[in-house]
T-cell receptor, first 115, second 109 residues
Framework: ETGVTQTPRHLVMGMTNKKSLKCEQH?????MYWYKQSAKKPLELMFV???????ENNSVPSRFSPECPNSSHLFLHLHTLQPEDSALYLC??????????????FGDGTRLSIL | AQRVTQPEKLLSVFKGAPVELKCNYS??????LFWYVQYSRQRLQLLLR??SRESIKGFTADLNKGETSFHLKKPFAQEEDSAMYYC???????????FGTGTRLQVFP
């Protein structure tokens, strides 16, 4: 499989549950990103991992915990989420060169609903 | 503050009409601008970037630093252009993208 793959596509969970979102990229990129897309809001960057190190954390609540075990995989661990966390969570990857910003390749997203 | 503004949520035109999707940005340094597109039931993908100066699917966008704009234009819209269009900004040397809220383009036959 090529590109950026996200699983699951849909997730419904209660506020006390613990779940994880998974992202895998088959493009040989060295940077991966988590975004949150809520209705009527811009796509919000949550975390950036470059060369497996977290280089950006955009003031995301600690109930979201990212993990990047290698350059091809990215996880978003969720626990005690709130109803306002219901959104589409998008993963992206790119090749960081240190020069110009390279295009990001997106997955299909995980639609998360918090009951 | 870094910000991307797309003032139109929805733009509806008839096939063959010219299209201009507006994008204004706020950035203190030297920005890189992008247009991303999401067709129905497809994932978000890059349409074009200002440094490439290309025309992709008939679309062009010129960076106007004086007006801090990066409007997306196409002289003759096609039905298959119907999609959600997002303008995005990155600072030179960074890989962090800041997105606008998007504009839905509807092209009627």
């Amino acid at each position: 499989e090529t590109g950026v793959t996200q699983t699951p596509r849909h997730l419904v969970m209660g506020m006390t549950n613990k779940k994880s979102l998974k992202c895998e990229q088959h493009l040989g990129h060295n940077a991966m990103y988590w975004y949150k897309q809520s209705a009527k809001k811009p796509l919000e960057l949550m975390f950036v991992y470059s060369l497996e190190e977290r280089v950006e954390n955009n003031s995301v609540p600690s109930r979201f915990s990212p993990e990047c075990p290698n350059s091809s995989h990215l996880f978003l661990h969720l626990h005690t989420l709130q109803p306002e966390d219901s959104a589409l969570y998008l993963c992206a990857s790119s090749q960081v060169t240190g020069e110009r910003c390279q295009p990001q390749h997106f997955g299909d997203g995980t639609r998360l609903s918090i009951l | 503050a870094q910000r991307v503004t797309q003032p139109e949520k929805l733009l509806s035109v008839f096939k063959g009409a010219p299209v201009e999707l507006k994008c204004n940005y706020s950035y203190s340094g030297s920005p890189e601008l992008f247009w991303y597109v999401q067709y129905s039931r497809q994932r978000l993908q890059l349409l074009l970037r200002h440094i490439s100066r290309e025309s992709i699917k008939g679309f062009t966008a010129d960076l106007n630093k004086g007006e801090t704009s990066f409007h997306l234009k196409k002289p003759f819209a096609q039905e298959e252009d119907s999609a959600m269009y997002y303008c995005a900004l990155s600072g030179l040397g960074t890989d962090k993208l800041i997105f606008g809220t998007g504009t839905r383009l509807q092209v009627f036959p």
